[in-house]
């Protein structure tokens, strides 16, 4: 059974830094697209980048995260990262790492649905 666990989270000012890890806890090595959403106070859910850990295919990014925000993976398939930088008080929410297994993550991005397995989420806070 996949289990998310995600971490890095925490308060940063804006312009700061900051890096979220994620990780399939029981290393089943059974999916293959990994991803982080993000949800802020009263808003929905929203993707924000995505990796096929399979290889040969790019990354997916928000535009409002183009530029600032790089996912990738370690050696190991099923973790991922996200290191966040010029970080804006409009990044705050709490973030999740969802994961399926199938196609590559161009299929249905940036739709949530897809996703069958989700972690419970680390909170990241940008001061002004």
């Known amino acids: 059974q996949v289990q998310l666990v995600e971490s890095g989270g925490g308060s940063v000012q804006a312009g700061g830094s900051l890096t979220l890890s994620c990780a399939d806890s029981e290393k089943t090595y059974s999916t293959n697209c990994m991803a982080w959403f993000r949800q802020a106070p009263g808003k929905e859910r929203e993707a924000v980048a995505a990796i096929y850990t399979d290889g040969g295919s790019s990354p997916n990014y928000a535009d409002s995260v183009k530029g600032r925000f790089t996912i990738s993976q370690a050696g190991a398939k099923n973790t991922v990262y996200l290191q966040m930088n010029s970080l804006k008080p409009e990044d705050t929410g709490m973030y999740y790492c969802?994961?399926?297994?199938?196609?590559?993550?161009?299929?249905?991005?940036?739709?949530?649905?897809?996703?069958?397995?989700w972690g419970q989420g680390t909170q990241v806070t940008v001061s002004s």
């Open positions: 969802a994961a399926r297994r199938g196609g590559t993550c161009d299929w249905q991005w940036p739709k949530s649905l897809v996703y069958f397995y």
